[in-house]
């Protein structure tokens, strides 16, 4: 359903060139408008006081003042929904997932300026964030303090064994910010392996899991093709490949493919959530958490099929409720809660598990 005036967008960039295709690719959109434009993060503060937009597209790395320092800024004094747009770096990946923990509801990866990007995929992911961000409610727009990271974590120190219970969570737009809340409360003795898809390009997934497990009492990381899903770890799919886990040599192993985007997206839930719902069967939990879409939704049929546990994060606590309100309509959502329950809700469902 159109929007009854169009969306407003500052672009901001200290490259005249990607303004411009930033530019080109926002008002192609007829519900689109770029009311202003900024170099850098200075301007771009006084653009936000005089134009009031609805949504910020913000670069990272620009002189004078980066785009994090002017994210801190906008959503401290001039809460406004923030996409970062981020050079796809090792560097610029570790500053997107920070700009997420800080409250940017999105990023896009950096347009390319050769010819070799494909410009209409990359046009549809660019309108559709920028119109689901308009939408973000206001509670959900201002500046989250970084968390420090925990210098001497205990992490679980037992004999690895494989997992015979899985908990296999999806999230997309959101899930970033919100992840980082249920992996801290996460207990270390969770005696299950845990499968993660949150949707991400290739580059940005490393950084995330990283940031994950610095956070958390079990262990996370990016997961590797063969790999076997162990107790008290958790794997997060990387950008670009879909995830699923098989049985080999009598273990859960992770396999790794990269087959067609499916509901335009790869990784993607569902095919991981399927998978693991047909290897652990009613040893299986499966989460649907904030995003667009409805990725995960068939994935928790299944899971609630084989006899597992589903949970869904409410409309309340969701940035975006697009995914948990696909599950929840399909009647297949055991348990719909608050973000700050998720984990609770895990562990209470693994609980009724036997190992």
Known sequence: MPLEKKIRV????DSAFMRKILRDILESDPEIEVCCEARDGAEAIEKVKQHKPDVITLDVEMPRMNGLDALKFIMS???????????LTQEGA???????????????????????????ELREEIIAKVKEAARVPLKFLHFRRERLLREQITKVKKREEAAVRAVAIAASTGGPQSLLRVFEKLPGELDAGVLLVQHMPPGFTKSFAMRLDNISNINVKEA?????????????????????VTMRNGKPTIRLYN?????????AADPMMKSVANLFGKKTVGVV???????????????????????????????????????????????VVPLDKIADTIVMALKKIPR
């Not at 004094?77 to 050079?87: F, L």
């Not at 087959?259 to 990784?267: D, E, F």
């Open 259 to 267: 087959g067609p985007k499916i509901h335009g997206v790869r990784p």
């Open 10 to 13: 500052l672009v901001v960039d």
């Open 94 to 120: 570790e500053a997107t997932i920070k700009a997420l923990e800080y409250g940017a509801i999105d990023f896009i990866p950096k347009p390319s300026s050769s010819i070799s990007m494909n410009m209409r």
């Open 77 to 87: 004094k001039y809460p406004t929904p923030v996409i970062m747009v981020s050079a």
């Open 224 to 244: 590797e093709d063969g790999e076997v899903v162990y107790n008290n770890w958790a794997y997060v799919a990387p950008g670009d490949y879909h995830m699923e």
């Open 289 to 335: 958490m904030t995003g667009m879409g409805r990725d995960g939704a068939e994935g928790l049929a299944e899971i609630k099929r084989q006899g597992g546990i589903t949970i869904a994060q409410d409309k309340e606590t969701s940035i975006i409720f697009g995914m948990p309100k696909a599950a929840i309509e399909l009647g297949v959502v055991d348990y």
